[in-house]
């Protein structure tokens, strides 16, 4: 929390580089937990996974450091406000932000930096991979918003290589998260793929430049939070009182944990994006703004292929509720017993299903807010 805290209050690239890096330390002993030899291997591939990424950032942060942008971070960015007394090559900068972005996008899944989050959601414990989904993946995202907006301004690379190599690599991971999620029956696993994908779909409203995708950026980096915890307490808590870890053993489970179903299904819900819920808000505010880019192709491939997303997110969520509550006449009745988690389980998951729900019922006041923070920084 303290590592966490530090790197939002971060005031330049050099201090959110060493806070970037101790976050990444501090949580490998949640990937660690079990210490099994798959907890082992899973806490190691997370550890190069990291390193390596944050390294690629790190060539960036001593080119533009090493040129004069090493000041505090500026609304609009810091290199717009130096000038002609930025000295650095044109080519050469555009090449470093890609490796920053490429970097630390690493941390939130990007691809082809994403194969550390399926090996080590399912090792560990359920709590840890709330924090790792929800949390832990958005300081990367955290980092690129500092260096895109607070750095080098939205205006450096608007219609450059490296935007369009950015929309690219988002939508790759968009949709290709969503394959594996749908293909995979490991539920936890099924869980990180998801997260793969959905927070893509914030790297790609950042990446698309404009004020409404930005505000749907921002607006899905806390609902999706808020829908990702949900969703791995959910299934901690069912493997917890079941043992039950795959997606084909959860039939009937509605019938003995009917309130942590309930939660699983609304967030689910959230997440494919339905209406009144949260997740509507912001991916309504991320394909009005890919479709006001005018960025060619891309214009209409983003909104596209979030729609493919989301209906792929509908096909491996949904149906675990269906089978949950609905399992059929094959099901044994007779043996079905009330196994609901206790308050200290259940609680949670109610207060962030509610604000799931209740984000999407009155997103005025939050996507206010959001606009002016948005506003200020393109």
């Known amino acids: 929390m303290g590592v966490l805290i530090a790197l939002d209050h971060a005031g330049n690239l050099i201090t959110l580089y060493l806070f970037f890096e101790m976050m990444t330390l501090t949580s490998l002993p949640m990937v660690l937990h079990n210490l099994s030899h798959d907890a082992v291997m899973a806490g190691l591939k997370y550890l190069f996974y990291s390193i390596a990424g944050a390294f690629a950032a790190l060539f960036g942060i001593f080119y533009l450091y090493a040129h004069g942008v090493g000041f505090l971070f500026q609304e609009g960015g810091v290199l717009p406000r130096l000038g002609a007394s930025y000295h650095g090559s044109y080519e050469m900068t ?145 493997i917890y009182r079941t043992g039950k870890t795959t997606v084909k053993e959860l039939k009937g489970v509605g019938k003995e944990m009917p309130v942590t179903m309930w939660c699983f299904t609304l967030v689910s819900i959230t997440l494919v994006g339905i209406p009144p819920t949260s997740g509507f808000v912001s991916k309504w505010y991320l394909a009005t703004g890919s479709l006001q880019s005018g960025m060619g192709a891309y214009t209409w491939a983003g909104p596209v292929i979030l729609l493919l997303s989301a209906m792929l997110t509908a096909g491996y969520l949904l149906p ?40 999407g019922m009155f997103p005025g006041p939050f996507m206010n807010f959001l606009q002016s923070i948005a506003a200020g920084v393109l």
Request: charged content about 10%; hydrophobic content about 55%; proline content about 4%.
């Open 94 to 238: 555009l090449f470093a932000l890609m490796l920053m972005i490429a970097g630390f996008g690493t941390k939130a899944g990007m691809f082809p930096m994403h194969g550390w989050l399926p090996t080590a959601h399912p090792v560990a414990p359920a709590p840890a991979s709330a924090v790792l989904s929800g949390i832990i993946t958005k300081a990367g995202v955290l980092a690129i918003i500092r260096v895109v907006y607070y750095t080098v301004g939205a205006d450096y690379i608007r219609g450059t290589w490296v935007q369009y190599t950015w929309m690219t690599l988002a939508l790759i991971t968009v949709f290709m998260g969503s394959m594996m999620a749908y293909k995979e029956q490991v539920l936890k696993k099924r869980l990180a793929y998801s997260t793969v994908s959905q927070v893509s779909y914030i790297l790609f409203g950042l990446s698309v430049l404009n004020l409404e995708g930005l505000m749907g950026a921002l607006s899905h980096f806390v609902f999706h939070s808020v829908v990702k915890n949900c969703l791995f307490l959910a299934a901690g808590a069912i």
């Open 320 to 359: 675990v509720s269906i089978q949950a509550f609905f399992p059929g006449a094959e099901y044994n009745y007779k043996e079905l017993r009330k196994i609901e988690p206790n308050l200290l389980m259940t609680v949670p998951m109610l207060l962030f299903t509610a604000a799931a729900v209740l984000f």
